[in-house]
């Protein structure tokens, strides 16, 4: 087992979804003076980057919008990073730190998460405020260290995560994606070839919103006149869309709701049956 | 179980034993909907909701119910641990069984109101019984804390526990003696505590827990006690009084109280501390 191979291994135990890896000098291109990783720790050669699970697919499915704010994440990846500090400090006898990550002015972080989860191969930026998409995983949230240690970095990938097949199949019909359409204030942004070709997010509003008490449209569960079964989850005309299963009458569920979850996992995975779930839910 | 493959729930609950539970139990999502209010039956957060995966654990050691400063149970917050695996648990039934799981956010709802109900769900999942003080107690156990995950899977359901914990027979025995309980002599409702219930033969027929008095006990240096320095601090016209209250012991300690634990948020544990039926089943040197 290679060194790198070694660390990967050592993340993914301590419940890391993805490891990568990715060289420093890969930083100097687009990260400012300061926010390097050698501006953090001298000497660093190797930034290794653990992404952690995101919401599962039935959290996303939850009406009440307050149980993704306050169960978004687990943690994992921090565990996992540093796991592997440990192991890069005390068996191969090299210096590792946990990257910093959160910001300390305004919404700067010391070093960006995003941009080293993009150098070390696991995720591209997306239409939807640019979050770093997995095209396995989709939505993960990424902590990573900085190491001494000389490790063979992994490549950036090559195909973007983001547009979905589905998404770029609308916006050629339509003009727009279902992240674009839902959430116009903020997000903006064109694709051609299947490709994004511009992508812009207005970080400021989305903050102001995220930050909101009463939403404009308010969620939560329905009155028990309408909990009668059988009903759907909100996200089921989006599910139909993006995998084609039933011609769609409408192209988007309600204009409400994140749409991240187009990228959860539980749909994508090859080994995961979708046939229990739904049949389930609407047989009820 | 069908379109579960058999042997589902046990694997499920040997996977949460290893990842850190005491217990697990499975409960029907149905079986909420004759206790639980509209908006917090599991069908309300999942869609489709079939079961209910409770696990408890991460209960205090012996050690922190025998240290003598109150602080320590207070301020030593230990639910994060039960709750990573509440949340594995949810990662592990989406990728392993291919349903959705979705797990119970802990805190509230709104006010005081949880989004599920976690003692409910551990009563429902068969892991324990109501206390006369109030927390979920399980028979071999004792007191513990929760995590569930709600899921479309249609895991068998455990049968609810049919001999309670509560009352011990160390308790049983004092109130036919003295007409009370550790626990209720400990935190009386009638003067000044948040406690009072009755038992008959053997099992307790009444019970009355004031959480609103208790929120007071308990809540001192929470977000409660933050608020109100800050109202405070805004209406103080004196600068240096301003200061005082900003810099001070007790506005300090809120603030570590909010940042770094959690149990503080909970009981003053001062009734769970001379509960039989809580811990101190093992003997420690």
């Not at chain 1, 139909?240 to 996992?265: G, K, N, T």
């Not at chain 2, 003053?268 to 040197?285: D, I, K, N, Q, T």
Request: net charge neutral.
């Amino acid at each position: 087992m290679t060194r790198e191979e070694q660390v990967k291994a050592v993340g993914m135990k301590a419940g890391a979804r993805v490891v990568g890896i990715a060289p420093v000098e890969a930083f100097r291109a687009k990260v400012p003076e300061g926010h390097r990783p050698e501006d953090i720790l001298p000497g660093a050669r190797s930034v290794v980057v653990a992404g952690g699970d995101g919401p599962t697919a039935g959290a996303w499915r939850c009406p009440d919008h307050r149980v993704m704010e306050i169960t978004g994440y687990d943690l994992r990846e921090n565990v996992a990073v540093h796991a592997m500090c440990d192991f890069i400090e005390g068996t191969l006898s090299h210096r590792a730190i946990q990257a910093p990550s959160l910001p300390v002015h305004g919404h700067e972080p010391p070093m960006s998460m995003m941009h080293a989860a993009e150098l070390a191969g696991l995720g591209t930026r997306s239409l939807a405020a640019h979050i770093i998409l997995n095209p396995e995983y989709g939505l993960l949230y990424y902590a990573a260290l900085i190491t001494t240690l000389p490790l063979e970095p992994d490549q950036p990938l090559a195909e973007p995560a983001c547009p979905h097949p589905g998404c770029a199949a609308m916006y050629k019909r339509i003009g727009t994606t279902p992240c674009l359409r839902v959430c116009p204030a903020c997000l903006a942004g064109t694709v051609q070839d299947g490709r994004i070709q511009t992508s812009t997010y207005d970080r400021e509003k989305c903050h102001s919103r995220a930050d909101l008490r009463h939403r404009l449209v308010p969620e939560g569960a329905s009155s028990d006149r309408e909990r009668g079964r059988p009903r759907t989850a909100a996200d089921d005309d989006l599910q139909r869309l993006l995998h084609e299963e039933h011609p769609v009458a409408r192209l988007l569920p309600r204009l409400d709701r994140a749409m991240l979850r187009v990228h959860a996992r539980l749909p994508r995975r090859a080994q995961v049956p979708e046939a229990p779930v739904r049949p389930e839910a609407r047989a009820r | 179980m069908a379109d579960l493959p058999p042997g589902s729930a046990a694997k499920l609950k040997s996977v949460a034993l290893e990842s850190g539970a005491t217990v697990c139990g499975v409960a029907d999502a149905t079986a909420f909907d004759a206790y639980a209010p509209e908006k917090h039956r599991p069908g309300d957060l999942l869609p489709g909701a079939r079961s209910v995966v409770v696990v408890g654990g991460a209960q205090p050691r012996e050690g922190d119910w025998a240290a003598t400063s109150p602080w320590v149970m207070q301020t030593m917050g230990t639910t994060e641990r039960i709750q990573g695996v509440g949340r594995r648990l949810a990662q592990y039934i989406e990728s392993e069984f291919g349903y959705y799981a979705l797990y119970v956010p802990p805190g509230t709802a709104s006010g005081d109101t949880p989004f599920l109900s976690l003692m409910l769900a551990a009563e429902l999942a068969g892991l324990g019984s109501r206390s006369l003080a109030g927390p979920v107690l399980n028979r071999e156990h004792g007191f513990m804390y929760w995590s569930a995950v709600i899921t479309t899977a249609p895991f068998e359901a455990d049968g609810v526990e049919t001999s309670p914990a509560c009352p011990a027979p160390a308790c049983r025995e004092m109130w036919d003696r003295e007409r009370t309980t550790p626990c209720l002599a400990t935190c009386p409702g009638s003067n000044g505590g948040c406690l009072s219930g009755k038992l008959e033969n053997g099992r307790a027929v009444r019970t009355f827990y004031d959480a609103a008095r208790c929120n007071t006990r308990v809540h001192t240096h929470w977000v409660g006690g933050f608020q109100k320095v800050l109202e405070e601090t805004l209406n103080e016209p004196d600068r240096d009084k301003r200061k005082m209250l900003l810099y001070g012991d007790f506005f300090t300690r809120s603030l570590w109280a909010i940042t770094y634990s959690s149990t503080n948020i909970a009981q003053c544990f001062e009734c769970m501390r001379v509960c039989p039926a809580a811990h101190g089943l093992r003997e420690m040197r």
